[in-house]
């Protein structure tokens, strides 16, 4: 592996670290110092993002009710995200790795994706 990757890993893993710990430490509920949704402070409305810091703390925490009440389709997404993350770093797929990350992660899937996140803004904003 060449040593500008290696250094690029490394600073992601630092990245997530340190971002675990203060989420771990830190609630975003009770601390200003967590960014608020521009979206939310502009139309009053729930983006699909809102509720994921709290979300990651709580999941954190290992309390996942709290976690989906904060954000479901974050909590939701998670394995889906994985899932992703591991089809990109398969260096030699099988046929059948290649059939299944076309159907998961295709371009109907994109489409399904974006419904899923648009039906999650209306629900959650009592629009329907």
Not at 20 to 33: A, H, K, L, T, W
Not at 49 to 62: D, F, T
Not at 99 to 119: V, Y
Request: charged share 15%; proline share 6%.
């Amino acid at each position: 592996m060449p040593i500008r990757r290696f250094i690029k890993k490394i600073g992601i893993a630092v990245v997530i670290i340190v971002l675990g710990v203060i989420y771990s430490r830190f609630n975003p509920e009770d601390n200003n110092f967590f960014p608020q949704c521009p979206f939310y402070v502009l139309t009053d409305l729930k983006c699909p993002g809102c509720g994921s810091q709290r979300a990651v703390h709580y999941l954190l925490h290992l309390d996942f009710l709290s976690a989906f009440r904060a954000n479901g389709l974050l909590v939701v997404s998670i394995p889906y995200i994985i899932l992703g993350l591991i089809y990109d770093n398969i260096k030699n797929p099988k046929p059948w790795m290649l059939k299944g990350r076309k159907i998961l992660f295709g371009k109907f899937a994109i489409h399904i994706l974006l419904l899923i996140i648009t039906l999650f803004f209306l629900f959650r904003n009592n629009i329907f």
